[in-house]
């Protein structure tokens, strides 16, 4: 099972939104709607904040959305603020046997 | 509130072997999952495996099959990674994590990661 493919990194100002892809096939993101997205900051553990596609976990902010089509999931932050600034990864469930496919990772970067 | 602690970094040589912990507390065991994530440094991330803590149902990623063994501990709510023949590429911060018991569910809660490193 391939990674999912994400750019290695985006970036916008304060107050800006940005969108970040994840690209994967039939067999995963295609077939499931079961793209999650993990925020991570340097050092720290990844946080859930966004699941089953556009469903925020208690306590994310909706400055989060997620949104799907065809292969192809995507992150959207609103409302750029300095804490964006982080590490982010998709994943998609691919079968009973291969629950978890990660992307590649996105750097955002708050100018 | 969910907390996962995890076991302690390790230092290993090529070849060798490791077993790693992960201990859960204020969940039901019954309603999750545990699994691990790797993150070789400057990477991304890798799904390793997951383990029932109910009834040890387990999946095992098809990257590892054959070097990992994942098992649990029901009385102590506690999972273990086993991973045999160690590669220096194994180095690498292990995370656990939980997943409620439903095929398809995310991984919602996290530890702190354990470090590996496998060197010469």
């Known amino acids: 099972q391939s990674a999912l493919t994400q750019p290695r990194s985006v970036s916008g100002s304060p107050g800006q939104s940005v969108t970040i892809s994840c690209t994967g096939t039939s067999s995963d993101v295609g077939r499931y709607n079961y793209v999650s997205w993990y925020q991570q900051h340097p050092g720290k553990a990844p946080k859930l904040i966004i699941h089953?596609?556009?469903q925020w976990p208690s306590g994310v902010p909706d400055r989060f959305s997620g949104s799907k089509s065809g292969n192809t999931a995507s992150l959207t932050i609103s409302g750029l603020q300095a804490e964006d600034e982080a590490d982010y990864f998709c994943c998609s469930y691919a079968g009973t046997y291969v629950p978890y496919v990660f992307g590649t990772g996105t750097r955002v970067t708050v100018l | 509130e969910v907390q996962l602690v995890q076991s302690g970094a390790e230092v290993k040589k090529p070849g060798e072997s490791l077993r790693m912990s992960c201990t859960g507390s204020g969940y039901n065991l019954f309603n999750y999952w545990l699994g691990w994530v790797r993150q070789v440094p400057e990477r991304g991330l890798q799904w390793v495996a997951i383990?029932?803590?109910?009834?040890?149902?387990?999946r095992v990623s098809p990257s590892f099959q054959g070097r990992v063994t994942i098992s649990a501990d029901r009385s102590t709510n506690t999972a273990y990674l086993q991973w045999n023949n160690l590669q220096v590429s194994d180095t690498a911060i292990y995370y656990c994590?939980?997943?409620?018991?439903?095929?398809?569910?995310?991984?919602?809660?996290w530890g702190h990661g354990t470090l590996v490193t496998v060197t010469s």
């Open positions: 994590a939980t997943r409620p018991a439903v095929d398809g569910s995310p991984l919602d809660h």
């Open positions: 383990i029932s803590l109910a009834d040890s149902n387990n």
């Open positions: 089953d596609v556009i």
